[in-house]
């Protein structure tokens, strides 16, 4: 009978059991470019902007309003959150279990951090000089970034996360030994790029 026939060797069972877990890591792991890129897009153009208005010593290289590259920057991030939120939620209706409340937990974590930092940045920096003020906040919440990535990494076992986590945390405190204004060009450059980058290869993998 045709149901007696052998399935083939071990090594066609196991190419065939590989085959079917990485259909179904595809199938269940979110887009990274849609992940990352967001961001990416976010810090490139939010931190440009903050580089030409508030240049290294002071300088202006573009007279934009004050208050243009905050609002473009939350904007940005806003919409980022938004759209990796949405993103997250669809792969997350196809799994349940451990890996569900994981992924519930490390959101909510992200939000805990950032809520915090906020608090405390808001405290203390009307004690600082207006550069220094920026560089608190800026260097700060991309610290976050960077330390929740690498818990990300760790936490899924996720190489690639966990190396963008310590490449955003290394241009960050690059930025941050160097100056205001330098801080801005370095994370918008290497932790934007970084982030869209990172997001490419996910994708590469994936495919």
Do not use: K
Not at 48 to 55: C, D, E, K, N
Not at 108 to 131: K, N, Y
């Amino acid at each position: 009978m045709d149901d007696d026939v052998p399935l083939g060797n071990p090594a066609e069972s196991l190419a065939l059991i590989e085959r079917e877990r990485a259909n179904l890591e595809r199938d269940i792991t979110p887009d990274p470019r849609w992940m990352l890129w967001p961001w990416g897009i976010a810090w490139l153009v939010g931190f440009a902007l903050f580089f030409l208005r508030y240049g290294p010593d002071g300088r202006v290289f573009v007279d934009l309003p004050d208050w243009l590259p905050l609002l473009v920057l939350m904007t940005l991030i806003l919409a980022a959150g938004v759209t990796t939120g949405v993103m997250g939620a669809r792969a997350g209706r196809q799994v349940s279990g451990p890996t569900s409340r994981q992924g519930l937990l490390y959101g909510v974590t992200w939000s805990a951090a950032i809520t915090a930092f906020a608090v405390l940045f808001a405290r203390i920096s009307d004690v600082l000089p207006e550069p220094e003020s920026g560089l608190l906040w800026a260097g700060g919440m991309v610290a976050v970034t960077g330390v929740l990535h690498m818990a990300g990494g760790a936490l899924w076992n996720d190489r690639d996360l966990y190396f963008l986590g310590a490449w955003t945390l290394l241009a960050d405190v690059v930025g941050i030994l160097i100056g205001p204004g330098w801080h801005s060009l370095i994370v918008c450059v290497a932790g934007g790029g970084g982030m869209i980058v990172a997001g490419l290869i996910g994708w590469l993998r994936l495919r």
